[in-house]
């Protein structure tokens, strides 16, 4: 579906009962899409199981060629589908379409997942598209520096990047510009914007850049046995990574690789902030900090090198839901220490970045929900998202703005600088007080308000709305204060009186952590009660 609606010409008919329809809902309002996807289902009914389903499947098929005809077909099931085994690809390749490709998915989707598919799809399209074109058995490879003797410049196709992908639109523009302003043309962008025609123009760059290995791994490497054609492999995610890139590709298509470093070198310093900033005082505010990494594996990795060697961040986590590249994530937790989360399990998950104790988490849309759990500033990285992580502005990823976008978007959950000096400094002032809403022109339970003096009788309605105000906020205080009491004696650990009083005294935005450490703490050492001495002991504890 991802790939079908990323591109224009192509039509998918899907197998699916009522229920598994629900491709405009994806497309529509997460991509923000103006049309809907070119998608049609047989649907069929329950009431439909004891008859010819088979038949169903064909008169689907004919009604979507002759309604949108398209350049080319794909033909699957969904998960439910697929048990009931009617093998819609097979009907279709005995039906007369008028000489349009039909491509048979056959995508397990009890045993597989979703960038699987995504890359098997794309894979199948393309394999059977320039399947007139592959070479004979034992033809030369040609030569990627061929450009020089056809008198043009070098071309090269970007590959991978789809719907539903993370900033994928706006990582193309900037990928685009970038390898233009070095005389390198793009040929083919796919499978996002692409036609079927155009994929029949691939073999004709010099070397296919794998933007994103998730979707363009199995294409890539069939294109480079098949038609001999080399592969860009480095992913242009922070700056390290797009200097990589850019010598990467110049060095395969045999440019002036020392002409190319200086102005790689020279690029970076202009086009992005995040160097400069690097080496400004500024940045000790962020030296240190704890941060955990989930996605997939292209964007994590990317981004515990963006924040072990461009950031001073302390990688304390790092996984990816992405199986068919665990090898990869394993390589890149190794280098920090670290063993890799192997996961797709949420729980699993968040279970793993409490125990880190993170300063921030950067993740998916499920990350960013358990964060909010735990109290941890969190950016998202990495699909899954969410509408607002498809923003009307261009916002890349990739390149040297993809690097300024990166720093904006990790640095403004964190509180740092002058803002934490001076929260520490008036904490004891009710302006800082938790639940205080100055901003929105409300106040918190009144007791700050009280002590300062300001607090006013009121009559009435106001007097109402004011007493049916503070039994809610006065609820809430008590259930949020009650779980994890009741958590607390289910393990055996309580919290004395003056520690209460001395957990209060530490700042609000980092309390939860030295609430979690001084618990951990306690259990570790075999003890029930926790008082301030306890409290300053787990302190010292983990800050050695």
Known sequence: MRIATSMEGVHYVLHAPQGDTYADLLFTMIERRDRRPPVT???????????????????????????????????????TAELIQDQPGALAGGMDLGGIPVVSLELPAYSKKENWGAAETFYQLVRALLKPQLPPPGAAKPSPARWRQEGRRPRVNLLGPTLLGFRCRDDILEVSRLLGELGIDVTVVAPLGARPADLLRIPSADANVCLYPEVAGPVCNWLERSFGMPVVRSVPIGIGATGDFLREVTNLLEMDSEVIAAATNAEAEQRSRLPWYSRSVDSTYLTGKRVFIFGDATHAIAAARIASRELGFQVVGLGSYSREQARDVRAAAKELDLDALITDDYLVVEKAMAEAAPELVLGTQMERHSAKRLGIPCAVISTPLHVQDVPARTSPQMGWEGANVIFDTWVHPLMMGLEEHLITMFR??????????????????????????????????????????????????????????????????????????????????????????????????????????????????FSR
Request: net charge negative; aromatic share 6%; with cysteine.
């Open 428 to 541: 004891h002032d009710f302006e800082f007080t938790e639940g205080h809403r100055s901003h929105l022109g409300g106040a918190p339970d009144g007791a700050g308000i009280e002590a300062s003096g300001t607090k006013q009788p009121t009559t009435g309605a106001a007097a109402s709305t004011e007493t049916t105000t503070a039994t809610a906020v006065a609820s809430a205080a008590a259930g949020a204060t009650a779980a994890p009491a009741a958590a607390l004696a289910e393990n055996g650990l309580h919290w004395s009186p003056d520690g209460e009083a001395e957990l209060a005294k530490i700042p609000f935005f980092v309390r939860g952590k030295a609430r979690r450490n001084a618990e951990s703490f306690a259990r570790a050492q075999g003890l029930h009660r926790i008082d301030a001495e306890t409290l300053y002991e787990a302190k010292a504890h």
């Open 41 to 79: 289902y047989t649907t069929f009914q329950a009431r439909d199981l004891g008859g010819d389903t088979a038949e169903l499947v064909k008169r689907s098929i004919n009604d979507a060629v002759e309604r949108f005809r398209p350049e080319a077909l794909l033909v699957g099931e969904s998960c």
